[in-house]
């Protein structure tokens, strides 16, 4: 109990007290009242009685007087004794009051009586009272008599009294006076007349009357067992009838005798008085009962009150209680109110704030002044519209709470996102008093929760595999691409270690390097063979990374891979048909371009030679125009699998067109070898080969020159052994000839050169060109390309091929070189003040690159002109082929990239391992060899390659370029494959350094790039179209051939079999399933013997019969091409 | 004696014709019809059955109504002669009156001397004695020596009393309202009477207290009383008192003057 109760209780308890003690005394006080005026009533009564009892006595004993006196008239009259008692008998007749009358005689002997019984009988009136006195006529009163009447009765005297309830009566006398004579009457008072009387006004119960003579003798009484004759003692009743005739007393007459009110009367005309005692206890009767009541009731109202208050201070106490519950709870709320990291603003019914916490404060900068009456509207950010507030007080009015989020704007004008209650606020009685409004600040939320979905769209929409691991590697979770990529579900590898997908092709070194890198580094990239579901094998890029707990352990593994099965078909397809001849399946041109730098620098390490042969068929074109293409196309076959067979693994045949092939022998220690080998070819060739059932046999000339004793480059050396092969043939064929170097003009001019070169450098006569390169769709220059030329004194100005190749692998290619970076790092500079500004880049040769110093004095190159922007310098790496140690490449690029350089891979798709280089070299843009865009509208196959170039740099997510872009519609074209960014002459020629602001400034201003026609959607049929246009071109070009024989030879055009290469490879390789593309084969086999016999008239002089075959021709065309416009159509509805 | 002669001349007249009509075969209900009158005899001091009021003078009481609804059943108008059951026998055989209703008790000395109807009343004894007498308070205090006891003259309780008191003495009265004045005046104990009256009395004498008899001490039956002889009238009273009981008239002038509990059906 605390201190509060304890002085509530106190205040209780003295009031409680005070109380009491106040109807304590108030009821004393009355019931003291009530029984001193009840005692006063009583005597008053008791006055009363005796007044009335006196009155009726004295009436009494006036007849009595009044009787006597008339009887005693009579008597005067001298009337007979008959007379006498008759009047006395009628005197009595109803006067109950008497119950006889007689008359006396002088001695008092009764002479008359109405009871006749009564007579002779002597009174003796000696003991009646008053003492006659004189003459005076009074009535005197005797002592009680005993009996009926005198005949039967006897007198009571003072010593002899007898009790009340004995039959009784008093005696009276009247004595008058007639003249001498006098007369004397004795009545009989019937006392129970009176007692009788007295009885019925005044129960005897409840008082006792007494009637008393003068000299204290009782007369009557109406207590029964009090004793009549008895003299009363005078000193107890303390009586004086002279002195006093009334009075009122409270006596108690004897011990014995009840306490009394009790009064008393002297009767005004006779001698005796009466008194009249009332009990006092059974007086007091009435007032104990009702003090009784009373007392009953203040004690009912006492405790009924004691009862209300002990009930009532109880619930004071529990209000009290509650009371202090509701402050603590009060300031708990407050506390939770002031501490709530929740803003709580509290509104009336009109919605002016009227209270906000500090959290609100601190959510929306307002401080309690700013926002004190004001209506929360001035929070809303405005992204809600009206209806949405409408909505909101229309479910806080019904529903009496409304949740959902908000965006609020803070004072400084930033928003936020909220969470909010908004309650509304009801008295006990039901009315609106408050709304309150909590809010929960919900931006991080909404953005991490952004962030989070985010994340799993990407998880989950990434087209790439992702699969997550546990710190023990057991699976966790996988995307769908993981499931779309290796065919397992979900449920079947949950919990299962990663190596379920494990080829077996990768050695156990591969897994264990793989963990340690990720150990090491975190992370680890890569391609790695795995295997489906199915069973099929696929190559995935793979990607892993560590998440690590917060206390730095290994949380997670996130492993992301795309199946790069595709690429690698694609790299295959694109290597084959880049680098080998579709007849033969052996190398082409290209490769064996790269093969033979490759061999260069590897004889160069080794020490060993190698030989290059260039080998011409003799006796195939009679062959082929005898027996046709085909015929000549499976002899050229046939030749190749006989060489293929004698050659070894690290030699390499290749076919560069028509009947021409090159061997390259490798690794050759002696001279003699390539004697042996070359006799070895000779023979095989020359055995006879089948041809259409007939046995034909050929021969080859061969020109060989072996370096290092010809120490020329790649391109020579096949010039070398071109040149020899020709003095084979003119040697009478089917021999070989080994070309002599010390004979070579070539190579004394090329030391001449060098030397010039160097001192043109010197001179400063080289100079450099810019050609631009834009965005075909924006029109925007992005950048331009230096290109080096040598300003001749005499030959004028010379392209770079005139001079570039003469220095490969010489020192002065890097000082050229560097020279050529420096320039252009100058050229942005200017640029820049002229207020242009793109990247320009430069080339950089492989050798150059690989230089020693090469990063760490590109730096400091660029430390010379820190005005200069590095991102705005580019280096074109050409001759990727060369780039013999990639890890140093890698290095030196990563290196130059970290400085800001960016880098590109020029002349994309013809170096050998393009691919190779560029998945593993960090570049930042892919620049497709010019030689395939500028063909490409015509050939299918090189359409086909820049297609698949620019694919496989979306693939990779990697910008490329093209380069040749020698009209719009090649960038129309290119626009169509997706290749927005061109270079070539097109779009500009290369130019001196002043002419590119002026160059800039006419491009943008006749937008050139605005006819370029947008491709409404990509066309994946665009080689086919192209296949058919080329092919139509050529049969065009046979009809004029069939007119006019002066007319170029079809089969001497650049677009000459372009058709039937493009058809059997990837034309075939795309659409070989389609019903389509196979209706088409008969008929093209058709054409192409048509043709072929056509050409052959044509050949033969015959060119007229040719024309007349000219219907039958342009039906077989038209077939054709509807054919292949069939499957046009079909690919397109499709 | 001048004045005696003529008053005594026309006494016996009267009485000669009586008795002359009275030897005539003629009804006592053809002469009431004819003369249009029924005299009824009562004694007037009779609380409650033929009560004159000494201040009023007016009757009342379920004989006076009884005597009246006969007169109402004869059709003729009712005539009251005073008198008192110490006349009665001689009133009727004068021809004082024709019947005599004031529920007057069957006694064998009565029957022998008059004709009842058929009872209607049934009353026991009762003593009255004063309130303040302390000496007589159950009726075995009423025969003690020195008590005197009052009765009227002529009534069955004088009969009874001089039969069964032993050791008081007994008061026989035969003026108005004597008894009560005795007993008040302390000349004599208590005295005797009936239910009805005693009821009546009580009521007004607030100085008297009834003392009750031990039960069925001496109940005796009341009815009315006619002349022996007269077959035709006495049939019509008998019819009367059957009417009377029947139709609930007897009933409900005893609920009115409080006699319920002695009404015989």
Redesign the interface.
């Known amino acids: 109990m605390n201190s509060q109760s304890k002085q509530l209780r106190n205040i209780y308890i003295t009031a409680v007290l005070f109380f009491v003690t106040v109807i304590i005394v108030i009821t004393w006080y009355s019931l003291w009242r009530l029984r001193e005026e009840t005692a006063a009533g009583l005597l008053e009564v008791s006055a009363m009685h005796t007044r009335s009892f006196e009155g009726f006595l004295t009436q009494n004993f006036r007849l009595a007087e009044l009787t006597t006196t008339n009887i005693a008239n009579m008597d005067s009259r001298k009337k007979n004794y008959f007379n006498i008692e008759r009047s006395l008998l009628a005197t ?9 009358i007689s008359l006396l005689d002088e001695n008092g002997k009764i002479i008359v009586s109405s ?1 006749r019984a009564n007579v002779g009988i002597t009174i003796n009136m000696d003991t009646f009272l008053p003492k006659p006195t004189g003459e005076q006529d009074i009535l005197r009163i005797g002592m009680p008599w005993i009996g ?2 005198f005949i ?1 009765g006897s007198p009571t005297t003072h010593q002899n009294p007898v009790r009340a ?3 009784n ?1 008093v005696p009276v006398i009247h004595t008058l006076s007639f003249g001498t004579r006098s007369v004397t009457l004795l009545i009989a008072l ?4 009176f ?3 007295i ?2 006004i005044l129960n005897n119960e409840n008082g006792i009357v007494d009637i008393i003579r003068y000299d204290g003798t009782l007369l009557m009484t109406t207590d ?1 067992s009090a004793k009549i004759g008895a003299l009363s003692q005078e000193d107890q009743y303390n009586l004086s009838p002279e002195a006093i005739e009334t009075g009122q007393f409270l006596a108690q007459l004897s011990e014995a005798s009840k306490p009394s009110f009790s009064s008393f009367r002297a009767s005004q005309l006779y001698s005796f008085l009466v008194v009249t005692r009332i009990d006092r206890n059974r007086a007091m009767q009435s007032w104990k009962a009702e003090a009784k009541t009373l007392l009953g009731v203040i004690v009912a109202i006492v405790l009924t009150l004691a009862g209300l208050i002990i009930v009532f201070y109880r619930r004071q106490l529990q209000i009290e209680d509650e009371r202090e519950k509701s402050e603590q709870l009060q300031r708990i709320n407050a506390t939770v109110f002031g501490s709530s990291a929740d803003s709580i603003i509290i509104t009336d019914i009109n919605a002016q704030i009227i209270s906000v916490n500090p959290a609100f404060c601190k959510m929306t900068g307002y401080s309690p002044e700013d926002i004190i009456g004001k209506n929360p509207r001035m929070l809303s950010s405005g992204l809600q519209d009206s209806s949405f507030y409408q909505r909101m007080w229309k479910c806080i009015h019904e529903k009496g709470v409304w949740r959902g989020e908000l965006t609020n704007r803070c004072k400084d004008g930033r928003l936020y996102d909220v969470q909010s209650t908004i309650t509304a606020f009801h008295d006990g009685q039901g009315h609106l008093q408050h709304f309150i409004g909590v809010s929960t600040d919900i931006t991080e939320r909404k953005k991490s929760e952004t962030k989070q979905r985010q994340a799993a769209s990407v998880f989950t929409n990434s087209q790439e595999g992702i699969m997550i691991t546990n710190e023990d590697n057991l699976i966790i979770d996988v995307n769908p691409s993981f499931t779309r990529i290796t065919g397992y579900s979900y449920n079947d590898v949950i919990g299962k270690n990663p190596s379920i997908l494990a080829s077996g092709r990768q050695s156990p070194e591969f897994y264990s390097e793989m963990k340690s890198t990720l150990i090491e580094t975190g992370s680890w990239q890569g391609e790695i063979w795995n295997r489906k579901k199915s069973g099929d094998i696929y190559a995935e890029r793979l990607s892993i990374d560590t998440v690590h707990k917060e206390n730095g352990d290994i949380g997670q593994y996130v492993a992301v891979f795309s199946d790069i099965s595709r690429i690698k078909i694609h790299e295959a397809e694109l290597h084959r048909i880049a680098h080998y001849d579709p007849l033969t399946s052996i190398p082409n041109r290209r490769l064996l371009g790269d093969r033979l730098v490759q061999t260069i620098a590897k004889s160069k390490r080794n020490n060993r030679s190698l030989a290059v042969c260039y080998l011409d068929l003799d006796g195939f074109k009679p062959v082929n125009d005898q027996y046709g293409h085909a015929s000549g196309d499976l002899l050229l076959i046939e030749v190749t699998q006989r060489l293929l067979k004698i050659l070894r693994d690290e030699d390499t045949l290749a076919r560069l067109g028509g009947d021409e092939f090159v061997i390259l022998f490798a690794e050759i220690e002696k001279a003699e070898e390539v004697d042996i080998a070359l006799r070895r070819v000779l023979k095989v060739i020359n055995e006879p080969i089948a041809v259409e059932n007939n046995s034909v046999s050929i021969s080859a000339s061969i020109g060989v020159t072996i370096f290092p004793e010809d120490s020329a480059d790649a391109d020579t050396l096949l010039r070398h052994a071109d040149q020899a092969m020709y003095r084979a043939k003119d040697a009478g064929k089917n021999r070989y000839h080994l070309f002599d170097p010390e004979l070579d003009l070539e190579v004394q001019a090329r030391r001449s050169q060098l030397k010039s070169i160097e001192k043109a450098l010197k001179n400063h006569e080289f100079v450099l060109y810019y050609q631009p390169k834009v965005n075909l769709v924006s029109g925007e220059v992005i950048g331009a390309e230096a290109l080096i030329r040598w300003r001749h004194p005499v030959q004028g100005i010379l392209p770079p091929a005139a001079f570039l190749d003469l220095i490969d692998g010489h020192d002065l290619e890097i000082e050229i070189g560097e020279w050529v970076i420096e320039s252009v790092v100058k050229q942005i500079l200017i640029w820049n003040k002229a207020g242009l500004f793109f990247p320009v880049s430069a080339n950089l040769s492989a050798n150059h690159l690989l230089k020693e110093g090469f990063s760490s004095r590109l730096k400091g190159m660029l430390a010379r002109y820190p005005e200069v922007k590095h991102e705005d310098l580019e280096l074109e790496i050409l001759e990727t082929s060369t780039l013999n140690d990639l890890d140093q490449a890698n290095s030196v690029l990563a290196t130059c990239r970290n400085m800001g350089v960016r880098f590109a891979l020029d002349d994309f798709g013809t170096g050998y391992s393009s691919l190779t280089y560029f998945q593993r070299l960090p570049v930042d843009i892919l620049k497709i060899d010019q030689s395939f865009v500028r063909d490409m509208l015509d050939d299918p196959n090189d359409l086909d390659i820049v297609e698949s170039i620019i694919r496989l740099a979306q693939t990779f997510n990697r910008p490329v370029i093209a380069e040749g872009v020698e009209t719009l519609e090649h960038g129309a074209m290119l626009i169509q494959l997706g290749c927005q960014q061109a270079q070539g002459y097109g779009i500009a020629r290369p130019m001196p350094a002043e002419k590119i602001p002026d160059w800039v400034t006419q491009w943008q201003t006749t937008r050139p790039w605005a006819s370029i026609n947008q491709p409404l959607k990509n066309d994946n049929n665009l080689s086919l179209k192209v296949a058919m246009q080329s092919h139509i071109n050529w049969l065009d070009s046979l009809e004029s051939f069939m007119k006019d024989p002066a007319c170029p030879h079809p089969r001497k055009i650049h677009n000459h079999g372009q058709f039937r290469r493009w058809f059997y490879s990837s034309g075939f390789a795309r659409y070989g399933s389609l019903e389509e593309f196979q209706d088409i084969a008969p008929l093209y086999d058709a054409t192409r013997s048509l043709c072929s016999e056509l050409i052959k008239l044509v050949n033969d002089g015959h060119n007229e019969l040719a024309c007349k075959r000219l219907t039958e021709f342009h039906q077989q065309r038209n077939m054709l091409i509807t054919k292949i416009e069939i499957l046009i159509a079909k690919l397109e509805q499709d | 004696m001048r004045l005696l002669c003529p008053v005594l001349l026309v006494i016996f007249g009267f009485f000669f014709n009586a008795t002359a009509s009275e030897s005539s075969d003629t009804s006592r209900l053809t002469k009431i019809t004819a003369q249009q009158t029924v005299r009824v005899c009562i004694w007037p001091e009779y609380y409650s059955i033929t009560y004159r009021n000494p201040k009023t003078q007016q009757l009342s009481g379920l004989d006076f109504d009884m005597a009246n609804e006969l007169g109402k059943d004869l059709g003729v108008s009712v005539e009251f002669v005073d008198s008192s059951f110490s006349t009665i026998t001689e009133d009727l055989a004068f021809d004082h009156c024709d019947i005599a209703m004031f529920a007057i008790g069957i006694t064998p000395y009565r029957k022998e001397k008059l004709r009842f109807s058929q009872p209607h009343l049934i009353s026991d004894i009762y003593a009255v004695a004063s309130k303040s007498n302390p000496r007589i308070k159950k009726w075995n205090d009423i025969d003690q020596p020195n008590s005197i006891i009052a009765v009227s003259k002529g009534t069955l309780h004088e009969a009874f009393m001089k039969k069964t008191l032993q050791s008081a003495k007994l008061m026989v009265l035969n003026k108005p309202f004597a008894r009560e004045l005795e007993v008040r005046s302390g000349r004599a104990d208590a005295f005797m009477t009936d239910y009805p009256y005693s009821l009546r009395f009580l009521t007004t004498g607030d100085w008297a207290k009834l003392i009750p008899p031990p039960s069925n001490y001496h109940k005796t039956p009341y009815a009315y009383a006619m002349k022996h002889g007269d077959d035709v009238w006495y049939e019509r009273i008998e019819r009367f008192m059957q009417d009377i009981k029947k139709d609930g008239r007897l009933m409900a002038s005893a609920k009115n003057h409080k006699l319920s509990a002695i009404l015989i059906p």
């Open positions: 009595l007749k109803n006067n109950p009051a008497q119950r006889s009871n009926r009447d039967s309830e004995k039959l009566f019937n006392t129970d007349f007692i009788n009387h009885s019925q029964i």
